[in-house]
Structures are given as C-alpha cells and as structure tokens.
C-alpha cells in the first residue's frame, strides 16, 4: 500500500467501526444489474460448496454481494491486511489470517476445516492475490473446491465509474450511484483427485476462463 505502519492501524481502527457500513452503502447506491445469481442458489438450494472467485481489484462490489452468505476467506497477515480484515469481518465474512510467506498454512487448514462444518460452505479468494500477477489465479482458489469437493464460481464485476488505485492490482471503488453489472458465471466443478500436471493444466483452464469472464464484462463500460 505504500502507507507507514501508524497510518495504516489509524485505518484499520476507522475500517473496524465503518468500513463494511461504507461498502454496504455504496453497494446500495449502485445502480446494479445482477447476473447469474440464479446459479449461486441453486447450488445452494443442493448443498453444494462454493468458493468465489475474485480478482483482487474488482472484488468491492463482490464483497457486497456475497456478504449475506458470510464466506471465509484468508486475509494476510501483513499489516495492511489488517484494514482488509477488518472490512470484511464488518460485513460478517469469517476471516483466517495468513499468506504464503507466513501463517498461510494454519490460516488454510483452519479455513478448510471450518468450512467443513457449516451447513453453507461458501469461502471467497482473491485469486491473484496478494501480489499478483494480476487476472492469473493461484492454487488457493482451485485446491479449496477440491478439498470441499465443490464449485469455484467465477466472479466479475464493473462500474461505469470508479476510482482505480495506481497498484499492481487496479483496485476499484466503485462511485455511488454509478451504473455497474456483477457476474456470476458458469460454476466451474473441480476434479478433486487432480494432481500434479493434470491439476496445472485444470488450474490454467480455470484462470483463463475467470479472466475472460472479467475481461468480457470490462468492454461493457
């Protein structure tokens, strides 16, 4: 983020007490179109698992969307994570912390094996996180759906006009009362005995079908 430390506990403090209000009311704003939702409940309505598939800077409007269902998700451990957490948990997500460099393990498995007790197994993961490169999905998203046996829904949202941080990642903040459109494509089942080569090559297949599902929704504005 570029921040100091100091800066960035004085916006985790201010994030805990109004970040998920800001969100929710943004989101409220928006003149937003919704498609696929139909998708998301009935994989529900069947008991399925569902991991949502975000990238990381269009995931302000998917947070919005998803919250009702309160998924899990891993927010890193390092301190600007701290202000993502703390958004999040304000929107009722369940957060684990952890990354790949520290605690990303422990945040996993007890993610995994949260999930595994809930009568709605839902979890989101910012595919391309936490550094990129950006619109490329990591293991993370596809070795959860396989764990749980379950559906990555792929996850695309645009605004007609938003602010877009200067960052690997673009991160967008939609404007209130703009024109947007959220997408929840074709689910994706994972094979969960994929190892090695096989997983890899399921793994890009995923990536690049998420990436045009994203990039397709950005020609519309």
Known sequence: ????????????????????YVVTLIGKSLRLEVRGWERVLYLLKNDQALVFQFW???MFIAWYLTAPLRPAAIVSQASDGDIASAVLEGLN???FRGSSTRGGRQAYTGMIKFL??????????????????????KA???VAAQHLEGYIVPTATVSKWALRAKGWDKFAIP???????????EPIKVNAKLRG???DTALEQASLFCKNHQDDLDKLF
């Open 56 to 58: 990381h800077g269009d």
């Open 93 to 95: 997500y369940v957060t």
């Open 175 to 185: 404007l209130p009362f703009s024109k947007a459109i959220a997408s929840f494509g």
């Open 140 to 142: 993370g998203t596809f």
């Open 1 to 20: 983020m570029g921040l100091s430390r100091k800066t960035q506990a004085r916006i985790s403090r201010i994030a805990s007490r109004v970040g998920g």
């Open 197 to 199: 080569k096989a997983l």
């Open 116 to 137: 595994r007790n809930q009568q709605y197994k839902v979890s989101a993961f910012a595919s391309d996180g936490p550094r990129g490169p950006r619109r490329v999905m």
